[in-house]
C-alpha cells in the first residue's frame, strides 16, 4: 500500500509541476496554490473510502505536516518559476526533492544504503553540472506595471 501512495504522489507531484507551471504565468501563486491544492484535498477525500481504513491521530498528524510542507515548498518552487524562471527553479527543486528523504534518514539514524548514498551523490553532481557558469546570458522580464528593462537589441550589420 505503501508503494501505491509513493506512486500516486508522484504522479500529483508531476501533474502538478506540469499544470502549475503554466498556471502561474499571469496569475498570482496564492491562487494557484489554493486551486491545485484543494483539488488535492477533494481528491484525498473522495479516495478516502475506497481504502478503508481506521483513522490514527499520529497518521492524520504525520499527513497534515507532510501536507503544509508539501504546499510551502510548491509555493517556494512556483514563486521561482515565476522570478527566476525553471531553468534556475527546477535543478534546485529537484536536487531538494532527491536529497530530503535521504537526510530524513540520516537524521532517524538510519544507515543509508550504498545506492542511496551514490544516488545523493549524483544528485549533487547533476546539480553543480546544471548550474556550473555558461556563456548565456540572463533574460530580463519585462512584468506589466514594472519598469524593469529587457536586454538590449543586438546592433545591426551594416
Do not use: K
Not at 497518521?59 to 531553468?87: E, F, I, K, N, P
Not at 534546485?92 to 526533492?97: D, I, N, Q, R
Amino acid at each position: 500500500m505503501g508503494a501505491l501512495f509513493g506512486a500516486l504522489t508522484s504522479v500529483s507531484i508531476a501533474a502538478s509541476d506540469l499544470f502549475g507551471r503554466r498556471a502561474v504565468i499571469g496569475r498570482h501563486v496564492l491562487t494557484v496554490m489554493t486551486l491545485l491544492q484543494g483539488t488535492a484535498a477533494v481528491g484525498a477525500a473522495v479516495l478516502l473510502p475506497v481504502f478503508g481504513s481506521e483513522l490514527v491521530a499520529a497518521d492524520l498528524a504525520r499527513g497534515a505536516v507532510a501536507g503544509v510542507c508539501m504546499s510551502v515548498g510548491l509555493a517556494g518552487y512556483y514563486v521561482g518559476l515565476q522570478r527566476l524562471g525553471a531553468v534556475v527553479a527546477a535543478p534546485v527543486v529537484a536536487t531538494l526533492s532527491a536529497t530530503m528523504p535521504f537526510a530524513y534518514t540520516l537524521v532517524r539514524g538510519q544507515a543509508p544504503s550504498a545506492l542511496a548514498v551514490g544516488g545523493a551523490a549524483a544528485t549533487f553532481a547533476g546539480l553543480a553540472l546544471v548550474t556550473a557558469g555558461g556563456t548565456a546570458r540572463p533574460r530580463l522580464r519585462r512584468r506589466a506595471g514594472s519598469a524593469a528593462a529587457s536586454p538590449a537589441p543586438a546592433p545591426a550589420l551594416p
